[in-house]
DNA sequence: CGGGTTCTTATGGGATATCATGGGAAATCA
DNA sequence: TGATTTCCCATGATATCCCATAAGAACCCG
């Protein structure tokens, strides 16, 4: 398995349930975290999704700074006070929190974007928008900046 | 084997299924990579597919900006989102996704083209448009450099 | 060299499993 | 005790598995 890819839009029911993708599944019963482990994005309405992986990505960046500063007190403040531990139920659907309706303007769809080592909950419609601006960023990082490396790239 | 070399057109049958072309079986059986990977192309209609040499090739890209800023999130949405992870079944056939008929206009008929480490998936038409076109950018390159005497046909 | 024979491959279709989704009932909580 | 959450089962749609077949290629062997 290749980790989080693609993209998925499931209905939110009555409950306030949604499915969470196959494939996606499939991909946290590997990684071995239990449940889901969720964080606001600091910089999109989007919330941050995954298991070990993510979580492993995390706090390596709160061990920049020195355990008891404030540094990163403030650091863990923020990341982990912005995080959820939703349960997965047996038929691998997860709630969609007040914290996520809140940050994403979630109401009755949700969109689940694979980026590979984590994936992203959104509303449909933000996500169309963000997903343009995200093709046109990544088109201009791509053409662009290469620092390092020697040669091109393939035709 | 030498990687995906030469170009096939098969039917898409009433399920949405088309037989993955047995040369490229090979190649993609040596290469070790759990059902296909496939990504839709930045630039043209078509959709590229292979195994862990084009997945590490995307990766590679991701891999020069850090994990959960700004820029990788934009980056791996582009890239991630846009791929999928389609099964091979038993007698070597995938199913096209909406995502791949959306992007190529596929409708009854598949274009599967080799290029040495990947492989492009195509609308027969819009094939044979960009071939020709390609050919005669092929033909600019090469009568810079070097003295350009005959061209063979492909077979 | 030739003629048959076996393999491979692309394609079709029926049967079965999986998935997203809905809803009832039991359990939990405040 | 009333409201919410968790567990369990139902269902339609889709995807997957498995087998069948025909055409062609490769092969074998006299």
Redesign the pocket.
Known sequence: MAGFVSH???????????????????VLARDGFEGLYCISSSHCQAVDAGGNELLAEIEKRSEAFAKLSPDHDALAVALFGASEN??I?????M?ISDMIRDHTGITD??TFVGMKYKFQIWEPEKFREYRAEAQKRALAMLSGASPASSQGEPA
Request: no cysteine; net charge positive; charged share 30%.
């Open positions: 998925f839009t499931n209905r939110l029911d009555a409950k306030g349930r949604v499915s969470i993708p196959a494939s996606f599944r499939a939703p349960k139920d047996g038929d691998g659907r709630t769809q949700v």
